[in-house]
């Protein structure tokens, strides 16, 4: 009996042995660090932690934080993204691209606005209110994390939203429903799907998250900074990896969960995603009435208001690289600024690893959607689950299972591990994104180019690649930005040889060098957006070439 069968005669050499790829990075970068972690726990390790009251508070405020930060980001990202897209509200393109700063920006950085901000001696604590108040703790840690995670929010709800078929809006207005009924009835409803995913991937994102915890969150235990707090302070690594497990446990409910809830709601979301002619024309406003007055009033001032804060936090960065001391001396000094240069080791390093992570990651990301959606390979769904399962492990826990197993193995070459743990941690928003964009190309494609003789990597550069340009373009991105950003995932793994921008930024805010901090932040995005712009230029640059060429040449390319 043959455990796996299919046909081999299909399959090329090529693609096999991008299938032994996939597999081999799957077992080397998951499968392998996750078993040398558990197995290094002992049963020591298991009962200190349980019999620890610490523990069981740290989980308790986790889950507290998790649940008031999570929720909202939703409630914030999703008001923001109705504003916007059917708000009436002035401006709106400008609005759209402020939450857009935020996911530029390393994650971490909300914490430290927020005390330029919102500290003791903060700009709209200390200088507009005149108040000596301490917010560090659980309130700081929300205001932070929501800063921080409601992008994610208005980014899924916008798409959702513009996705909505106007037809229907259209229909219940015909009907004689008001703008207030439609909403409850027709676009709450149909925005369900992109709140609960919204909901889940966030909850994901703020249970693991190291940075804003260990900056602002004061006496107040979780269990991402317990974790990393129990090996460097004690060196205890078995209770490092059981506190990662207890946080792993939440997280892999919540990645299960949505993923039960997308299919569930697959349907549903290509009805939403089916616009129709009466869309391409029409005004976002439900069945073309116009929001009221009030409420278009009301919308503008919150959307004002959260963009006003967003826009805040980056000034009180600027500001304070150009402070000598962060409200005390507000003398004007370059001291500050002119310190990076002492870190130019720390943003190449942040930078080439953050390259080579995204292309690994996408090139992987790559091969398992076509191998998953396209192919009738073994183990697809396996693949399809192990591409996407790094999303639930903890940052903290993944760089620490890195870490163990080169120990176990004697490696000990930093910048292949660091590389290595940015591709495996953001491997599955690639791989979402890959498979969104194969998934909407025809597979006649697919069969009309192996009805003339090519195999399947042939027709997988050939013709899904081009066709999938912005989903691939899309993913890198992403995994770019959240390369040179990332802390907890590679906070193990960095050596005196590989020192990283983000590590060496919560050492100094850590160590209350406020400006040098804020300096070493703004130049890692400014350096994050120029290298952006000139990516994003030269892809222009490439479909221009690729027109022109297919003009001179009567080749018609896609787009």
């Not at 409601?150 to 939203?161: T, W």
């Not at 709450?188 to 260990?214: E, H, K, Q, T």
């Not at 690893?353 to 390979?377: C, E, K, P, Q």
């Not at 373009?473 to 906070?491: E, K, Q």
Request: with cysteine; proline share 3%; aromatic share 12%.
């Amino acid at each position: 009996m043959k455990l796996f069968t299919f046909d081999s005669s299909r399959n090329s050499k090529s693609l096999i042995t991008a299938w032994a790829y996939v597999a081999l990075f799957f077992v080397m970068f998951i499968i392998l660090p996750l078993g040398g972690a558990v197995s290094s726990v002992k049963s020591d390790d298991i009962r200190y932690v349980f019999s620890n009251d610490i523990w069981k508070t740290a989980l308790i405020n986790t889950f507290i934080e998790c649940i008031c930060s999570t929720t909202l980001s939703v409630v914030i990202g999703y008001i923001f993204a109705y504003a916007v897209e059917k708000g009436g509200i002035p401006f709106k393109k400008f609005f759209s691209v402020i939450p857009l700063l935020h996911i530029i920006m390393p994650p971490f950085v909300c914490g430290l606005s927020f005390i330029f901000l919102f500290g003791r001696q903060g700009i709209i604590t200390h200088k507009i209110l005149g108040l000596d108040v301490s917010l560090y703790g659980l309130p700081a840690l929300v205001i932070a994390q929501v800063l921080c995670f409601f992008p994610i929010a208005y980014l899924i709800c916008a798409e959702n939203l513009r996705g909505i078929n106007l037809n229907l809006e259209k229909a219940a207005s015909v009907m004689g429903a008001g703008r207030f009924k439609i909403f409850f009835t027709v676009t709450l409803p149909l925005s369900v799907p992109a709140i609960v995913s919204s909901f889940l991937f966030i909850a994901v994102g703020v249970m693991s998250d190291f940075g804003n915890p260990l900056i602002v969150g004061g006496r107040f235990r979780v269990l991402a900074v317990e974790l990393y707090t129990q090996l460097t302070g004690w060196l205890k690594v078995g209770s490092s990896v059981v506190l990662g497990l207890l946080l792993m446990i939440p997280s892999l409910a919540l990645f299960f969960l949505q993923g039960w809830f997308s299919k569930k709601n697959e349907k549903k979301a290509s009805v939403v995603g089916a616009k129709g002619d009466f869309s391409k024309k029409v005004d976002q406003n439900a069945g073309g009435q116009k929001m009221p007055l009030v409420t278009r009033v009301l919308l503008t001032i919150f959307v004002v208001f959260v963009s006003s804060i967003i826009l805040l936090q980056v000034g009180s960065l600027v500001v304070g690289s150009f402070q000598k001391l962060w409200g005390i001396d507000s003398t004007f000094t370059l001291k500050h600024i002119k310190s990076v240069v002492k870190y130019l080791g720390e943003l190449k390093n942040s930078v080439l690893f953050a390259f080579l992570g995204a292309v690994l990651s996408v090139s992987v990301a790559i091969f398992s959607a076509y191998i998953v959606n396209r192919t009738d390979f073994p183990l697809r769904k396996t693949i399809d689950v192990l591409s996407q399962i790094s999303s639930a492990i903890p940052g903290s826990l993944l760089g620490l299972s890195f870490s163990i197993m080169a120990n176990k193995l004697n490696f000990g070459y930093s910048p292949l591990l660091i590389v290595a743990v940015m591709a495996t941690a953001f491997l599955p928003f690639a791989y979402r994104s890959v498979s969104g964009s194969f998934m909407q190309i025809s597979r006649s494609l697919d069969d009309g180019s192996r009805s003339l003789g090519a195999n399947q990597i042939h027709t997988l550069n050939a013709i899904l690649l081009p066709v999938s340009r912005g989903g691939i373009l899309s993913a890198f991105i992403y995994n770019f930005i959240r390369g040179t950003g990332t802390l907890s995932t590679v906070i193990f793994l960095v050596s005196f040889d590989t020192p990283l921008a983000s590590v060496t930024l919560i050492n100094l805010a850590e160590l209350g060098e406020w400006g040098k901090a804020a300096s070493l932040a703004v130049v890692l995005t400014l350096l994050i957006f120029v290298i952006l712009f000139a990516g994003l230029l030269i892809d222009r640059i490439f479909i221009k070439y690729r027109k022109h060429y297919g003009a001179k040449n009567g080749i018609s390319f896609y787009k």
